[in-house]
């Protein structure tokens, strides 16, 4: 498995290449839901295959939602303690984009600290059928994480894990720029 990861304040921040579905040692994944959290395509509709059909009816109480919000439910069948469930921006629709995507992250990382995670897995939100592009959206996402890993109290973990390896490479140059900055 291929890693890359840089620790800010008490937190690491790490990138992997891999199945969000996969992270056993995350006590929360986030998925890249729909408004109306229910089984989509891509990432939502792998948590939701991973998870069972008690995921999406406990999540459909729980919406709509707009984007940059996040709701928290239970994981069910996934090997982790819940599921963050965020809406990412449509790119160019649903503007401001950037700061839309940033809340997806501050949001889930709020969520956690007020349930005392300590680990949370991302995928890249909003960068396949929303259409962001990777390249901007890996330095919104990690530079939003960055910004606020100071304040966690609880999550010691952040995990971004990409599908493919352009992504991988995306998101590695965006967290090492963290560090240049």
């Keep these: 498995m291929r890693k890359e990861q840089i620790l800010h304040g008490d937190a690491h921040l790490e990138v992997i290449q891999g199945d969000i579905v996969q992270q056993p ?6 998925n890249a839901a729909n408004a109306f ?46 599921v ?7 790119y160019d629709r649903d503007v401001p984009h ?5 809340r997806c992250y501050t949001n889930a990382l709020n969520l956690c600290e007020e349930y005392k995670l300590k680990s949370i897995a991302f995928p890249a939100i909003s960068t396949g059928v929303f259409g962001y592009p990777v390249e ?13 890993m100071p304040e966690l109290k609880s999550v010691k973990t952040i995990r971004m894990v990409v599908w493919t390896d352009r992504d ?14």
């Design 168 to 181: 991988y490479h995306e998101h590695v140059n965006a967290l090492l720029n963290l560090e240049k900055s």
């Design 84 to 90: 963050i469930h965020v809406l990412g921006p449509v």
């Design 37 to 82: 959290l229910r089984i989509g395509g891509g990432v939502a509709g792998a948590i939701h295959k991973a998870a069972g059909t008690e995921l999406e009816k406990e999540a459909i109480t729980k919406g709509p939602i707009k984007p940059g919000e996040a709701i928290i439910t239970k994981a069910y069948n996934l090997p982790n303690k819940h």
């Design 98 to 102: 950037d700061k839309l995507l940033a």
């Design 25 to 30: 040692d995350m006590d929360a994944i986030a």
């Design 136 to 148: 901007e959206a890996s330095q919104v996402a990690l530079q939003a994480i960055y910004d606020k």
